[in-house]
């Protein structure tokens, strides 16, 4: 049972079953769209044309308008791709493994962390496309009859586990959103007077009467699909890995990678939710459902993850040395720590494993606008740690003769804003035409976890 | 009728609320098999379909397009050497002024793509250089002339002819001098022809130019020995080398010969233990430098006190005179002691075109006794025979008025003589100026008439590169352009009425026909003198002529002054290939650099001004070059290469660079690359190059493995212990080991022998369609060429040790790539080879990223047909270069070296068809067959008698980066110095 006492409460301000409904699907059916979401849009539509201006230069002049070199083939793209994923983690995180343990909190930011997830899965997506050499034949990665043999894949690679691992975990987290969103957008189906968007959440709703038989039918379907996508959330991660840990590179080859890097999706995850939700509750004055004690909660995690990703660092260049290799000694001594690439290797490790340490202090915790801050060093901590990942091991492998810098082009820069105006705009779609917290799993928890006065209305 | 239940409550509110009434709820009445509008009569889905197939149909029809046709119209009258699809060969000569090599040359269809070396030849001895190689690709130039020019106009040979004839023969009745200025020329019908031709016109004269001249020698040899020559050196019957300036397996002189007869004195095949020894003397770090087993650094101005010193340390102790010498810090000792051990089996060469250094290393090599032994004056080398006293007399001639025309053969004066612009304006004068040049070069563009000359590859002619050794060249391809040989503009000019091929053969048949006795008739001699590319004239046994002493002196050494030394570099040479893109972009052996020319300076003299890589100095405030730091240059002194900075070369050579040839050293009469002095400024500008390798040590990883002579008699798996780890450990591997039933094809790179010529690289890019990507692309690390020569120091001190190592596809048995390809694009062959599918590839550059050796080539752009590429590959005549058999690749797609699977492939057929079995040494791949030096072997790993498994059979035997367990089937010898440990 939750103890209001010990917890407090999770929906501030007395909100009865009908104010949750009209907070929420407020927003949806207003006819005014708020200047500030115009402003948003454009500015993330600008950047996604600029990304959009990226991939043509890339696919009409070819992968060489990119900073990549024969020693360093894998740069941006593959870093903003493993970030990306890594913030996909985010909404499956919060909907399984806290539905798992029973964390009542997680109600008012499930539904967000999931879109963010769809967002941040599909700019992820885009980044193995854009990469091909020959996007035009990238349909080869797919096991499919064909008349060339058959050919078939190479099992054998990581890449390829990639590619069904990634369309797995889209496809589910998609589903798994849906489903969600189902009684909500039958409640958006009732409230509305517009007839268009009458029809079109009535067929999103799928005929959603709110019947027993479609809760018990709903609660079973989401309860199969959380237990079928709770393996996602980790093998996903966990295979993006093994594209390195699966390479012999110093700095990559290493079996320590795929929890490091689940850890890591959490990590950045989590603190993409924090970054989104601050500002999303301070727009929409969603304050009272999205509470202090919500952020607290991600900071508290934040501070248990960063402390496992510290532990990685550590071990990762103990085991280096205890390798001795003079290949892995090279990459983390010389090359990270004090190479080329020491100001991103050090960014790295502050940012990820040290100020995230911060919020061992209460009112560090409880400052929205620290929050806010760390919760983009954490953003920012996380991409480094990919970079240094991808290019430092790349960049001085075994032959010195090969060793080659690198360094991103405009294209490269222009795909990954572009992708960010993507996830950007993505958002600010589902937070303009989509129900952004499930309102009946707001109203299931809200009798225990809330101070109910008996004269709210209770009626829908 | 059914009765409807309503489910639940709100279901039923649900149903109502639609007002939906019971009856509607009901399912519409039916019959069995019948669609509802079938029953209707409106159109159905049968109509639908039909309707949709009519539609597509017409719309198929009508508006398919049609494909472009292409006829491929077969031969009615096959020639009788061409098979479609078969390559022939034809045996000729290169020779563009400067360097000489027998070759065969390979057509397909009847056009060259492909220059090999010619191993009948005791010459060149199927070595070619990088230069050679990429000739080829010269033929398909665009900037070549399309037909006879008058004053840059397209004209017509008839009335260029007799424009010309009159000219010339008003000249003569006028008394004007008529300069023919040619290259020198090594034919013997070419000169006899321009004998005739002064002849008939006595006003003409002729003189021979050189770039680079070795006067000083041909004169210092006329003092010592009453011959006026360049004697023949035996590089490989001395045991004790000392160079002195003389890149001799580079750029000097010979460097196939002697590349050849350097590497037979340092092979350790077959349990030997004995190794030659090399000292080298020199300013810039030079190919021969990194070679060296013993490199000093000295300044131009002390290269005349450090040999006096060590003719005199040398005569004190065999009791001759001794001269006054200035003193030099420089230590000869050592160098002295081994030469005089080795007496008579030692050679002391000087690349310094300065004749009291020239005197000297004679009064060296004779207290040594080196003639008849290690130098032969009997067969005097024919390269280089200009002088430049002539050169002068033209000079003045041409500036006084004397001269009334002048004829360009195969010089280009205007871009490479030091007083090019006192040319440029004394030429304007003129009234009859001539050039047979092939492009409109800087010569040819001042003069009235071009008489474009044919490639080599389009023309006949013979060859004396050394007294008693012919050569021939037949061309291997009609005349692409309206193009006319020199010699025939000549025959035409005389009215001979007969072509040089005719002329040619002629004079085989009337002076050198009665000399042999092996042949009955002139027409199987001269059939055998085609097939083969090469005759030897055998000469009677002479005695060495006597040597005369001279007075030797030496010039104080220069304190203080910056010394200039300029150096020729391989791939660029004196600037005639400069449009040749696969030459522009060949990686310099020890700088890496490609696409330019720079100032080398040693790190501490660079540190010492303040100046770091690619900071531009200005030269005597006007030329501004970019720093490279160069390690190993001496203190005090910077280099720069000759050979760029064309004005006139074409699309791809002009602007590359800059023109050095001005700063040559002509204090001491000859034109000298050495010692002019010249004073460095700093600017603040910076100037980027690109450079293929920016690392340049090992970092104590055991990559080339070395160690020295006496070490190595011990124990022949000296310095590859590593190797001796690796056999000892455990391997496992999840995946099964990989069998070979007939063949595993393998490579053996000996490093002892590789000097780093790169040679291997241009062959490879020729017979492989490897791309041109150009300066920009190459300093973003992307070049395509698919063998590196990586070139480590042994650190980074002021005199490193030098180490080159070709690296290209290991074909390794536990491949990286293979198995990270998702669409498995890579696949093992059962003969060992790793095998790239590029229909397949998509280009996640995986493989790229796993292959330690990083030996993989991804296509970044489409450097097919793309004007951002504006090489050979752009132009329809430039791509007549490509091999047939291998593809061009395609943007997107990742390549590698292929271990030349063609050549493979067509041996195998070549031995099935034959029903025999694949003999060793059958295929060569392009790398192997014109290495000068042997280095490359190639073979069946399975047959332990191959010569690859042979001279795998040693303890110097490694693969590079063995720990990794990837089994390359490509493996190194180590690298053995002769020094003393």
């Known amino acids: ?460 | 009728m059914e009765k409807k239940y309503w489910q639940s409550l709100e279901v039923y509110r649900e149903m109502k609320r639609k007002g939906a009434s019971d009856k509607e709820a009901m399912p519409e009445f039916s019959i069995d098999g019948l669609d509802e509008s079938e029953i209707k009569g409106k159109s159905s889905r049968r109509d639908f379909l039909k309707m949709m197939g009519f539609s597509v149909g017409a719309v198929a029809l009508v508006s398919s397009c049609q494909m472009p046709v292409r006829k491929a119209i077969p031969l009615l009258n096959r020639p009788q050497e061409l098979t479609p699809g078969v390559s022939n060969y034809y045996a000729s000569t290169f020779y563009d002024g400067d360097e000489y090599c027998s070759i065969l040359v390979k057509t397909r269809e009847s056009r060259p793509i492909k220059i090999e070396g010619n191993d009948l030849s005791p010459i060149s001895q199927r070595a070619t250089t990088a230069r050679v190689q990429a000739s080829v690709l010269d033929l398909y130039d665009d900037a070549r002339l399309k037909g006879p020019q008058k004053n840059g106009k397209q004209g017509d040979w008839k009335t260029i002819d007799q424009e010309i004839k009159a000219k010339l023969d008003t000249l003569q009745r006028d008394d004007k001098e008529v300069i023919l200025m040619t290259s020198t020329l090594i034919s013997p019908s070419t000169i006899k022809l321009i004998g005739e031709f002064v002849k008939a016109y006595p006003n003409v004269k002729w003189l021979q130019y050189d770039s680079l001249p070795m006067s000083a020698m041909r004169q210092a040899n006329d003092t010592n020995f009453g011959k006026a020559v360049i004697p023949f050196y035996h590089f490989e019957s001395a045991d004790v080398m000392v160079g002195f300036n003389a890149d001799f397996l580079g750029t000097w002189l010979m460097p196939t010969t002697f590349s050849k007869q350097f590497s037979k004195g340092r092979k350790l095949k077959d349990g030997q233990t004995k190794m030659t020894r090399l000292y080298q003397f020199e300013t810039n770090m030079s190919l021969t430098g990194s070679n060296a087993d013993y490199r000093y650094q000295i300044k131009p101005s002390e290269e005349a006190a450090v040999l006096l010193k060590l003719y005199n340390t040398l005569a004190k102790k065999t009791g001759n005179t001794v001269f006054s010498a200035p003193s030099v810090k420089t230590d000869v000792k050592m160098v002295a002691k081994d030469l005089l051990k080795a007496k008579g089996k030692s050679l002391v060469v000087s690349g310094t075109n300065d004749l009291q250094i020239q005197l000297i290393v004679n009064a060296i090599n004779s207290l040594l006794g080196s003639y008849g032994k290690t130098i032969d004056l009997n067969t005097p080398v024919n390269l280089k025979q200009g002088m430049e006293n002539d050169m002068k007399q033209a000079m003045s001639s041409i500036q006084s008025g004397k001269a009334g025309g002048v004829l360009f053969y195969n010089v280009n004066p205007v871009y490479d003589c030091v007083h090019s612009d006192k040319l440029a304006k004394a030429l304007k004068k003129l009234p009859l100026k001539v050039s047979f040049a092939t492009t409109m070069d800087e010569t040819a563009a001042l003069c009235d008439y071009v008489c474009p000359d044919n490639n080599y590859l389009e023309s006949w002619n013979d060859a004396e590169p050394a007294a008693g050794f012919y050569s021939f060249t037949q061309p291997a391809i009609r005349p692409i352009f309206d193009t006319r040989q020199f010699q025939d503009s000549l025959l035409s000019w005389t009215g001979a009425g007969k072509s040089f091929q005719d002329y040619l053969e002629e004079n085989w048949k009337t002076n050198f026909f009665p000399k042999q006795k092996v042949f009955a008739g002139f027409d199987k001699f001269w059939f055998k003198c085609k097939q083969d590319g090469v005759y030897y004239f055998a000469s009677p046994e002479m005695e060495q002529p006597k040597y005369k002493g001279a007075k030797l002196k030496a010039p104080k050494p220069k304190n203080g002054a910056v010394e200039l030394a300029l150096y020729e570099k391989i791939s660029a040479g004196t600037g005639k290939h400069a449009n040749n893109p696969w030459l522009q972009e060949m990686p310099d052996p020890v700088t890496t650099a490609t696409w330019d020319n720079y100032l080398t300076l040693s790190p501490a003299f660079a540190k010492s001004r303040g100046l770091e890589q690619e900071d531009v100095v200005q030269i005597n405030n006007q030329l501004e070059l970019p720093v490279l730091v160069q390690p190993g240059q001496t203190e005090g002194t910077v280099g720069i290469a000759i050979g760029y900075g064309r004005s006139h070369a074409g699309k791809v050579g002009d602007g590359v660079g800059k023109n050095v040839y001005h700063l040559m050293n002509v204090s001491g009469g000859a034109k000298n690359l050495l010692g002019t002095v010249v004073t460095l400024k700093k600017t603040s500008k910076t100037y980027p190059l690109a450079l293929t390798q920016t690392h340049h040590v090992m970092e104590g990883r055991p990559i080339v493995r070395e160690t020295v002579l006496g070490e190595f008699i011990k124990n022949p798996a000296a310095g590859n212990e590593e190797h001796e780890k690796f056999l000892k450990s455990e391997n496992f591997s999840l995946y099964p080991e990989p069998k070979f039933d007939a063949f595993q094809w393998g490579i053996s790179i000996d490093l002892n022998s590789c000097t780093g010529c790169s040679n291997c690289l241009i062959s490879c890019q020729a017979e492989n369609n490897v791309a041109v990507v150009g300066k920009e692309q190459v300093k973003r690390g992307r070049i395509m060429q698919w063998i590196r020569v990586d070139r480590y120091y042994s650190e980074m001190a002021d005199n490193p040790e030098v180490f080159h190592m070709p690296v290209m596809c290991q074909q390794c048995d536990n491949a990286p790539c293979e198995n990270v390809c998702p669409v498995a694009a890579l696949s093992h062959s059962d003969e060992g080879l790793s095998q790239v599918t590029y229909n397949r590839c998509i280009g996640t550059r995986y493989c790229m990223n796993n292959c330690p050796y990083k030996a993989r080539r991804f296509n970044w752009f489409e450097y097919v047909n793309n004007n951002s590429f504006d090489y050979n590959m752009n132009s329809d005549l430039g791509k007549l270069v490509l091999n047939p058999d291998v593809t061009v690749r395609q943007r997107g797609v990742v390549e590698k070296c292929t271990f030349c699977v063609q050549r493979i492939q067509e041996k195998k057929l070549q031995a099935k068809a034959e029903d025999r079995e694949l003999r060793d040494g059958d295929i060569l791949t392009a790398c192997q067959q014109s290495c000068p030096t042997d280095a490359i072997q190639f073979g069946n790993l399975l047959d332990k008698k191959s010569t690859v498994s042979e001279s795998n059979d040693t303890g110097r035997m490694y693969h590079l980066l063995e720990s990794l367990h990837t089994l390359p089937s490509l493996s190194y010898l180590t690298k053995v110095r002769n020094k003393e440990a």
């Open chain 1, 1 to 460: 049972m939750y103890n209001i006492k010990a917890r407090g409460v999770l929906i501030e301000g007395n909100k009865g079953y009908h104010d949750i409904t009209r907070d929420i699907t407020n927003p949806l059916l207003s006819k005014t769209t708020p200047s500030w979401w115009w402003v948003a849009a454009f500015i993330a539509t600008s950047m996604l044309i600029w990304g959009v201006w990226g991939f043509y230069n890339t696919i009409a002049v070819g992968t060489g308008t990119w900073g990549l070199n024969n020693s360093v083939s894998w740069g941006w793209a593959i870093i903003n791709f493993v970030w990306w994923i890594g913030i996909g983690h985010a909404g499956t995180a919060f909907s399984i493994f806290l539905l798992v343990l029973h964390q009542k909190w997680r109600t008012s930011i499930n539904r967000a962390a999931e879109a963010m997830t769809i967002f941040a899965v599909m700019a992820a997506g885009m980044f193995p496309l854009i990469h091909m050499g020959r996007i035009w034949d990238g349909f080869y990665v797919f096991p499919y009859p064909n008349t060339r043999g058959p050919l078939w894949v190479n099992f054998n690679s990581p890449l390829f586990w990639d590619v069904t691992a990634i369309s797995t975990y889209l496809t589910a987290s998609f589903l798994f959103w849906y489903v969600g969103m189902m009684p909500d957008f039958a409640s958006i189906r009732e409230r509305t007077v517009s007839k268009i968007k009458k029809k079109i959440y009535g067929i999103l709703s799928f005929g959603w009467l709110g019947s027993a038989r479609g809760w018990l039918r709903f609660e079973t379907a989401a309860l199969l699909m959380g237990g079928l996508t709770a393996p996602l959330v980790v093998s996903v991660h966990s295979i993006v890995a093994m594209d390195f840990a699966a390479g012999i590179v110093p700095g990559w080859h290493s079996t320590i990678f795929p929890p490091f890097f689940v850890v890591g999706a959490i990590f950045s995850g989590f603190a993409m939710v924090l970054t989104m939700m601050i500002i999303v509750r301070k727009v929409y004055k969603y304050e009272e459902y999205v509470t202090q004690r919500h952020l607290d909660a991600i900071a508290r995690v934040l501070t248990f993850v960063s402390l496992i990703m510290g532990v990685a660092y550590i071990s990762e260049i103990f085991i280096s040395w205890y390798s001795d290799s003079p290949y892995e000694m090279y990459v983390f001594f010389k090359n990270r720590a004090i190479g080329d690439y020491a100001f991103e290797f050090w960014a790295m490790i502050t940012c990820n494993a040290i100020i995230p340490q911060l919020f061992w202090f209460k009112k560090i915790r409880t400052n929205i606008t620290m929050v806010f801050i760390i919760s983009i060093f954490i953003n920012i901590g996380m991409w480094f740690e990919r970079f240094v990942i991808v290019v430092t091991s790349l960049s001085k492998t075994w032959l010195p003769s090969t060793w080659h810098a690198y360094t991103p082009t405009v294209t490269e820069v222009a795909i990954y804003v572009g992708t960010l105006g993507f996830f950007v705009l993505g958002i600010l779609l589902f937070l303009r035409f989509l129900p952004m917290m499930a309102v009946s799993e707001l109203k299931g928890v809200l009798k225990e976890t809330s101070l109910i006065t008996e004269n709210t209305n209770n009626h829908e």
